[in-house]
């Protein structure tokens, strides 16, 4: 039998395109990674709807989603919805699936939904026991939240804190904490101003140099932004984080505070202390008590008085008498303090 030259061409051009077309249908089917920003769009709603119900800040779960998940990208949750981290333990009653993470195959909750795992979230911080000192925070107050979910052992990484609060002020994530926090976060998302010019407008004060000769015992912050260093507060004191290579005459220049007041606010008493990358920093004298609803602190395992202090906004001195403490003697694992 005889094949034309034609038949021969058509047919190699169709062995072609069948040879291709699986690796094209393949390509196709593959899922487009999902960005940081689209993450938050996708599911900012249910974390500002837990905020509300359970007192948990927007952004630390969505800080929470965008890390254990890797924005939604990473193989557990895209097998299980599971955008959380969480482990089964042994009252999981639902679907399973196995995961290697600091061991291998370790068993992880499996959820229909990414809004399952979302709600799974909050309910598992409201009711496990060991998060309960997380909800004397305010809900805005990401920072202590960041600090607290680590020291209750939410994950094993060295840095979880840190990681926490960098996803939460390079995406602004706090504005989702505040008021209208969907609106504001919308706004910022449209405008994408540089971060000082953002704080500046949102400021009260228009004029952010201070005039000489201010009293450090009396000084008050009254801006979100001064210097290059954003402002939180904690038991109505300010603080700042101080950053890489810091100083406490750098920070001490910048807000108009003697160095050594700089230190006696932090109850340092060593005159060559100088700060850690990202140690929380009071630029004003701490309170005598807490002010919130908590009256005591259970200690947890390596913690100082000085821990306690810096953690509450609560001169130290103040927690020494109050619970009648020898000065440098470690703190008991469980033991109860007086903080009010």
Same mark, same amino acid.
């Given at each position: 039998?005889?094949?034309?030259?034609?038949?021969?061409?058509?047919?190699?051009?169709?062995?072609?395109?069948?040879?291709?077309?699986?690796?094209?249908?393949?390509?196709?089917?593959?899922?487009?990674? #999902?960005?940081?920003? =689209?993450?938050?769009?996708?599911?900012?709603?249910?974390?500002?709807?837990?905020?509300?119900?359970?007192?948990?800040?927007?952004?630390?779960?969505?800080?929470?989603?965008?890390?254990?998940?890797?924005?939604?990208?990473?193989?557990?949750?895209?097998?299980?919805?599971?955008?959380?981290?969480?482990?089964?333990?042994?009252?999981?009653?639902?679907? $399973?699936?196995?995961?290697?993470?600091?061991? @291998?195959?370790?068993?992880?909750?499996?959820?229909?939904?990414?809004?399952?795992?979302?709600?799974?979230?909050?309910?598992?911080?409201? #009711?496990?026991?060991?998060?309960?000192?997380?909800?004397?925070?305010?809900?805005?107050?990401?920072?202590?939240?960041?600090?607290?979910? $680590?020291?209750?052992?939410?994950?094993?990484?060295?840095?979880?804190?840190?990681?926490?609060? @960098?996803?939460?002020?390079?995406?602004?994530?706090?504005?989702?904490?505040?008021?209208?926090?969907?609106?504001?976060?919308?706004?910022?998302?449209?405008?994408?101003?540089?971060?000082?010019?953002?704080?500046?407008?949102?400021?009260?004060?228009?004029?952010?140099?201070?005039?000489?000769?201010?009293?450090?015992?009396?000084?008050?912050?009254?801006?979100?932004?001064? =210097?290059?260093?954003?402002?939180?507060?904690?038991?109505?004191?300010?603080?700042?984080? &101080?950053?890489?290579?810091?100083?406490?005459?750098?920070?001490?220049?910048?807000?108009?505070?003697? &160095?050594?007041?700089?230190? +006696?606010?932090?109850?340092?008493?060593?005159? @060559?202390? #100088?700060?850690?990358?990202? =140690?929380?920093?009071?630029?004003?004298? +701490?309170?005598?008590?807490?002010?919130?609803?908590?009256?005591?602190?259970?200690?947890?395992?390596?913690?100082?008085?000085?821990?306690?202090? #810096?953690?509450?906004?609560?001169?130290?001195?103040?927690?020494?008498?109050?619970?009648?403490?020898?000065?440098?003697?470690?703190?008991?694992?469980?033991?109860?303090?007086?903080?009010?």
């Amino acid at each position: 039998m005889i094949i034309s030259k034609k038949a021969i061409i058509f047919g190699g051009f169709l062995l072609f395109c069948l040879s291709v077309l699986p690796f094209d249908t393949v390509a196709q089917s593959r899922p487009t990674r #999902q960005t940081r920003e =689209e993450y938050i769009e996708r599911y900012k709603h249910i974390a500002i709807d837990q905020m509300e119900r359970y007192g948990i800040p927007a952004s630390i779960t969505m800080a929470q989603g965008i890390l254990e998940s890797d924005s939604g990208n990473s193989r557990l949750s895209l097998s299980s919805n599971n955008h959380f981290g969480i482990k089964c333990k042994k009252n999981w009653t639902g679907e $399973k699936v196995y995961h290697d993470d600091d061991e @291998k195959g370790e068993c992880f909750r499996a959820y229909p939904s990414v809004e399952a795992s979302y709600e799974d979230h909050a309910t598992f911080l409201d #009711q496990q026991p060991r998060y309960d000192s997380l909800f004397r925070y305010d809900a805005d107050d990401y920072h202590s939240w960041a600090r607290g979910l $680590k020291a209750c052992g939410y994950a094993t990484a060295p840095d979880y804190a840190q990681r926490l609060i @960098k996803i939460i002020e390079d995406a602004k994530l706090y504005l989702l904490d505040r008021p209208n926090g969907d609106r504001l976060y919308a706004q910022h998302r449209q405008e994408q101003k540089n971060p000082d010019d953002w704080f500046a407008s949102q400021s009260s004060t228009t004029d952010p140099h201070y005039p000489a000769g201010v009293d450090p015992d009396n000084y008050r912050v009254t801006i979100n932004a001064h =210097e290059g260093y954003n402002i939180y507060r904690q038991n109505g004191v300010h603080y700042i984080l &101080a950053k890489e290579n810091d100083s406490f005459e750098k920070i001490a220049e910048a807000f108009r505070i003697s &160095a050594r007041n700089l230190r +006696k606010f932090n109850d340092l008493k060593d005159p @060559k202390a #100088q700060p850690m990358t990202h =140690e929380v920093i009071y630029i004003e004298r +701490k309170k005598s008590r807490w002010e919130g609803n908590a009256r005591h602190h259970i200690c947890r395992e390596g913690e100082t008085a000085y821990a306690v202090a #810096q953690a509450y906004a609560i001169r130290m001195k103040r927690i020494e008498k109050m619970n009648r403490l020898e000065k440098g003697i470690p703190l008991e694992t469980g033991r109860t303090l007086r903080i009010k």
